[in-house]
């Protein structure tokens, strides 16, 4: 059944199109995800979709008896109610069920009605039909199901009763969310569910919507929770929106087979279309020729040439250098207590961190994460224990809140003020490989959407060339092209990194170790977070063992995982650096090709000059093309000897 239909949507804002003939299905049960980059207008279609802003064209369809759920991004109660009696207002028409079901219950024990056999025969047939539908609607479990909602989303019983003023802005998200989720409308439409929600409430979230009865629309950049989740995948790009099916990883596949296929054939376009212009420029002016070279042109003026392929749009480009290497032993924690204000939220860390080791935090909101980060860097002081630094360990912070902006001027003052020797052209170089370019430069910091605080906040961060990188959720605002990019950055840094995460799609790509933190101390995994996963599911079936009286070995660190994640971290470089040279060759040969054509043209046949200097950038190039060659060939048998 079709909950939701888009043909040739279209949406524009001051005569600007934002989308153009959208075409969208939804299916009941159907898990569909939109993604893109930031401004593509996602949340645009989304609100659209939903009826709160309208469009220029196009048709929306959507049955009378589908019910929609739409939670934008950002969302949060404002209630003077308890959490309670919030979570409750969404069953409402099942609560007056259930009163008139207790009052036909009042009826049928009143003598008067008891010993009428028509009073009775009537208030019976009513209480019948009455408490099936109560029963179908979920009547006699809706306060279970609220209960489980609430545990998934980290609310127990004793926050039932508090009033929700009393929450913070982000567990009002969460419950914003718990209650769109307990209302179960046919089509629920979610905008960045996954803000504000640790890993744990994340596997939960997952669970629940896996085995949800009605279709879902979501924009999320959550790699690892759309691959878990969706089975259909719309793309918005350009102004429009194509279709892949499968999961997350799926999409990037088939969009990258997709555009291999698109590029092949627009460089075939290219050449032949360059053939046409060069055949007519030679001939156009020759009797003999000049009716061929007409017939050329028109040839030339009907074809419908391709246009560049999609999937090559502008992106970040930046990688992490260091200074000067660290000594091997990077840091030793021993004992230590984080906290605020001598309250300890979390004790008894002790951590050994050595050179090049991609180290991942975990733990539930609140346990004290980012503040074991602050201390570390020491912008905070420990409560109690000891952190021993190693030898010429140089840190680079990035926190999620970009408290390392100053904030104050421009987006170029803020690279300038502080590498004040830096010439005004190489700024602006730096911040063109951050995306920031022309009048981009001139903006107030104060005015940069999120993700373009934290694109700011990694140029510093570059430009710091520390060898010891702290990251506080740096995944948070970028989009999912800028999330790649800074992974690969990630990926090619010679020195050590110990980051915040909340993404285990990053986690998996990054980390060599996880450490999980609790109040009472840590624990430590050799591997990503599907490793983590997996020791804590033998945790798991040990201790239901144990329960039973039976005894185990204990589980071992796995070093064979610790060796296979470097070695992946090595081939994804090589093969990205040998793709980078493989396109560049490409653009050499076009280039030299194009001037070799040059070289021809009955235009410079005497000159000489003219000649000459095309032959020495046709040289110049060939000596680039042979360099990068080797350097090719090199790669491919690092590449060749890691297998």
Do not use: C
Request: net charge negative; charged share 30%.
């Amino acid at each position: 059944m079709i909950v939701l239909q888009v043909n040739g949507l279209t949406k524009s804002f001051s005569g600007t199109d934002i989308l153009e003939n959208v075409r969208l299905e939804v299916q009941h049960r159907d898990r569909v995800a939109l993604v893109g980059r930031n401004g593509t207008g996602k949340s645009t279609l989304l609100k659209i979709i939903a009826g709160e802003m309208a469009y220029d064209a196009g048709d929306l369809i959507i049955p009378k008896d589908v019910r929609i759920g739409y939670l934008e991004q950002h969302s949060a109660i404002d209630s003077r109610l308890t959490l309670w009696d919030e979570m409750m207002t969404v069953f409402e028409p099942l609560q007056q069920m259930e009163q008139r079901l207790r009052s036909l219950e009042m009826q049928m024990a009143d003598p008067a009605v008891y010993e009428n056999q028509t009073a009775y025969d009537r208030v019976m047939k009513e209480y019948d039909a009455l408490q099936m539908t109560f029963k179908d609607a979920g009547g006699y479990q809706f306060e279970s199901d609220a209960r489980s909602v609430l545990h998934g989303m980290r609310f127990y019983p004793e926050d039932y009763d508090k009033l929700l003023d009393q929450f913070s802005g982000g567990q009002k998200t969460r419950l914003a969310l718990a209650k769109m989720l307990l209302s179960k409308p046919d089509l629920l439409i979610l905008d960045e569910p996954t803000n504000h929600l640790d890993i744990e409430t994340l596997s939960w979230l997952e669970k629940y919507l896996s085995s949800y009865e009605g279709a879902i629309l979501i924009v999320s950049h959550d790699r690892y929770f759309l691959d878990q989740i969706v089975t259909n995948v719309y793309e918005v790009s350009r102004k429009r929106v194509t279709k892949y099916v499968g999961n997350y990883s799926a999409y990037l596949d088939e969009k990258a087979k997709n555009f291999e296929r698109d590029q092949k054939l627009y460089e075939r376009d290219v050449s032949e279309k360059a053939k046409l212009e060069q055949f007519i420029q030679r001939n156009i002016a020759r009797a003999s020729t000049s009716n061929m070279a007409k017939s050329r042109r028109k040839l030339l003026e009907r074809t419908d040439w391709m246009d560049v392929p999609e999937g090559n749009e502008k992106s970040a480009s930046f990688s992490f250098s260091i200074e000067r290497e660290s000594g091997n032993d990077v840091l030793s924690i021993d004992d230590l207590s984080v906290g605020y204000d001598n309250v300890p939220v979390s004790s008894n860390i002790t951590l050994r961190v050595y050179k090049q080791e991609r180290i991942a935090i975990i733990g539930p909101n609140g346990i004290g994460k980012s503040t074991l980060l602050k201390t570390i860097v020491r912008k905070k002081e420990p409560i109690v224990g000891h952190i021993r630094y190693g030898t010429n360990v140089q840190f680079g912070y990035y926190d999620q809140e970009q408290a390392t902006l100053i904030g104050s001027g421009t987006v170029l003052s803020e690279i300038w003020d502080d590498w004040p020797m830096m010439n005004e052209k190489d700024v602006r170089t730096v911040l063109g490989r951050f995306l920031f370019s022309g009048e981009d430069v001139e903006k107030p910091v104060q005015s940069l959407s999120g993700g373009e605080k934290a694109r700011l906040s990694l140029a510093k961060l570059m430009l710091q060339q520390s060898n010891t990188l702290i990251l506080d959720e740096p995944t948070n605002h970028l989009d999912l092209d800028s999330k790649e990019v800074l992974e690969n950055a990630l990926d090619d840094f010679p020195g050590t990194i110990i980051f915040v995460s909340h993404d285990r799609y990053f986690i998996n790509r990054i980390a060599t170790k996880v450490i999980e933190v609790g109040e009472t101390g840590v624990v430590e995994y050799m591997g990503d977070y599907d490793y983590y996963i997996e020791k804590k599911l033998e945790q798991e079936e040990l201790a239901i063992v144990s329960e039973s009286g039976k005894t185990t070995p204990a589980p071992t660190t796995d070093q064979k995982v610790v060796d296979d994640k470097a070695f992946k971290r090595q081939e994804r470089r090589l093969v990205r650096a040998i793709a980078e040279i493989e396109k560049q060759l490409a653009e050499m040969d076009e280039q030299m090709i194009s001037l070799q054509n040059e070289l021809v043209l009955p235009d410079y046949a005497d000159d000489h000059i003219k000649l000459m200097d095309l032959q020495a950038e046709i040289d110049a190039i060939q000596a680039e093309y042979d360099t990068a060659s080797e350097k090719w060939l090199t790669l491919q048998e690092e590449l060749e000897e890691l297998h």
